[in-house]
């Protein structure tokens, strides 16, 4: 009965994108820094935060990047680290050109990957341009082997792993999932088929490629959909309130800024909102839209983080509410995959570190 009626508790957790990272203690502290650097620039620098980190990078890379390495050359050496941003720093308009760049871009990508009618081999030409740009995601996508510790697992297999157990840990509280990168690709798979039974709160995703083509549809095909007839992917129905996706026009990797259009709510009437911002990371003079860091501390997502901080717990009458429907349906959403089926064990073995 305690368990049943366990007080909930507001958690923020995060996931990082692409990339060999410091380690987990370094890059949780980095993101906590930059969190509160946005909560100090709406000015509330008191307010408290509960904030786990999930770090895969040790999956798919032998050693994390050192801090004490000064060699740019070294493949260890931490070519972004956390900084901080300036006090004030300067809001920029977005362009209107760039957004009707990326607008045609979208429309032309989408014709070319997810029409019935092809001249090329556009499968070839979209797994090509993962394997040579974005090493991580072809590991993902190629259930290539990474070394447990007993046994090789597939790379997706232990990514999706390592999310999927942090939100059942979490399942009994109100989260905040917030993923960076192709972060939010994992996100988004382990909402869909790995964690369909734990609700979350809202889905906040940083400078994701979740709405180009070709990640669509690979989302398409492994829920058996005909992406020649359903052009736009599900949103999961365990988010309960929102989706908040934020990007900056010169992010090269959300050239696909508008998830709007390429997502379908859900049954509670949650899909994308997408939200323009201005990333300021900086390093050395040199600016990068994509960075994580300049992500968490823009005052758009300290708002979303204050909105779901403060928000009124909801009452005993509420929360009995809710709990009796949670049983009613069968303890989850429906799985889009199997049709509702529950899973019956976490077909997964206990973390490997």
């Known amino acids: 009965m305690r368990r049943f009626w366990k007080k909930r508790q507001q958690v923020i957790i995060g996931i990082h994108g692409v990339g060999n990272k410091p380690p987990k203690r370094v890059l949780k502290t980095w993101w906590e820094k930059s969190i509160q650097e946005g909560l100090n620039r709406i000015g509330r620098p008191d307010l408290?935060?509960?904030?786990?980190?999930?770090?895969?990078?040790?999956?798919?890379?032998?050693q994390p990047q050192q801090l004490q390495i000064k060699n740019k050359s070294h493949p260890l050496y931490v070519e972004d680290p956390y900084v901080p941003g300036q006090p004030r720093s300067a809001k920029t308009a977005p362009s209107r050109l760039r957004k009707r760049l990326l607008d045609f871009t979208e429309k032309i990508l989408d014709k070319i990957f997810l029409s019935e009618?092809?001249?090329?081999?556009?499968?070839f030409i979209s797994d090509l341009i993962i394997r040579s740009k974005f090493r991580d995601l072809d590991l993902?996508?190629?259930?290539?082997?990474?070394?447990?510790?007993?046994?090789?697992?597939?790379?997706?297999?232990?990514?999706?792993?390592?999310?999927?157990?942090?939100?059942?840990?979490?399942?009994?509280?109100?989260?905040?999932?917030?993923?960076?990168s192709m972060g939010s690709i994992v996100a988004y798979d382990v909402l869909m088929h790995e964690a369909p039974n734990v609700e979350i709160h809202s889905l906040v995703t940083l400078g994701s490629p979740l709405g180009l083509a070709a990640i669509i549809k690979k989302i398409l095909i492994e829920l058996k959909k005909d992406f020649r007839v359903e052009k736009k992917a599900p949103t999961p129905e365990n988010i309960r309130?929102?989706?908040?996706?934020?990007?900056?026009?010169?992010?090269?990797?959300?050239?696909?800024?508008?998830?709007?259009?390429?997502f379908a709510k859900n049954s509670r009437g949650v899909g994308p909102q997408d939200v323009i911002v201005n990333n300021d990371y900086e390093f050395e003079g040199v600016r990068n839209h994509h960075k994580s860091y300049g992500y968490l501390r823009t005052t758009e997502m300290a708002e979303i983080i204050y909105e779901f901080l403060t928000e009124r717990p909801p009452s005993f009458l509420e929360a009995l509410k809710q709990r009796l429907k949670y049983f009613w349906r069968g303890k989850h959403p429906p799985n889009p995959v199997n049709g509702g089926a529950k899973k019956r064990s976490d077909p997964y073995p206990a973390t490997v570190e």
């Open 48 to 62: 408290k935060f509960h904030f786990e980190l999930v770090y895969w990078a040790h999956l798919l890379y032998s």
């Open 117 to 123: 009618h092809r001249l090329i081999n556009v499968d």
């Open 140 to 180: 993902y996508y190629h259930d290539t082997n990474v070394s447990g510790r007993r046994r090789a697992f597939h790379a997706r297999t232990m990514i999706r792993r390592a999310l999927a157990q942090t939100l059942r840990r979490h399942k009994r509280d109100d989260i905040l999932l917030i993923a960076h």
């Open 241 to 262: 309130r929102a989706w908040y996706n934020l990007s900056d026009l010169n992010d090269h990797i959300a050239i696909n800024y508008n998830l709007a259009d390429d």
